[in-house]
């Protein structure tokens, strides 16, 4: 079992930045995969980013290409999602998951860990 806790959230101004971090409570026995999904009100939870075991592998909603960078510290069990250039639209909890292997995927069915997520709002 692997716990995931976000952090970093907050309110913001747009075009400001925010840095998330989503910590594993332990290491996992083998490689996976992080991705990041958020979840606006009234809408279906959506697809953020996504990044490999080695780091060498991202994945990235096309909304947030070029704004948004994930990045991943094994050292630490740590994933961070660097965002950037915020804007009203990125309004949304925020969740990370962990899928076990190094498919850096786009949808939930591979995802089998969850964080409880983190609230980021962004004010016009």
Same mark, same amino acid.
């Given at each position: 079992?692997?716990?995931?806790?976000?952090s970093g959230g907050g309110l913001v101004q747009a075009?400001? #930045?925010? +840095?998330?971090?989503?910590?594993? #409570?332990? +290491?996992?026995?083998?490689a996976y995969s992080v991705g990041w999904f958020r979840q606006a009100p009234g809408k279906e939870r959506a697809f953020v980013a996504a990044i490999a075991w080695?780091?060498?592998g991202t994945n990235y909603a096309h909304s947030v290409k070029g704004r948004f960078t994930i990045s991943r510290d094994n050292t630490k069990?740590?994933?961070?999602l660097q965002?950037?250039?915020?804007?009203?639209?990125?309004?949304?909890v925020y969740?990370?998951?962990?899928?076990?292997?190094?498919?850096?995927?786009g949808v939930e069915d591979p995802y089998e860990y969850w964080g409880?997520?983190?609230?980021v709002t962004v004010s016009t």
């Open positions: 079992q692997v716990q995931l806790v976000e075009g400001e #930045s925010l +840095r998330l971090s989503c910590v594993a #409570s332990r +290491r996992a026995d083998s080695s780091g060498g069990n740590t994933v961070y965002m950037n250039s915020l804007k009203p639209e990125d309004t949304a969740y990370c998951a962990a899928a076990p292997g190094s498919v850096v995927a409880q997520g983190t609230q």
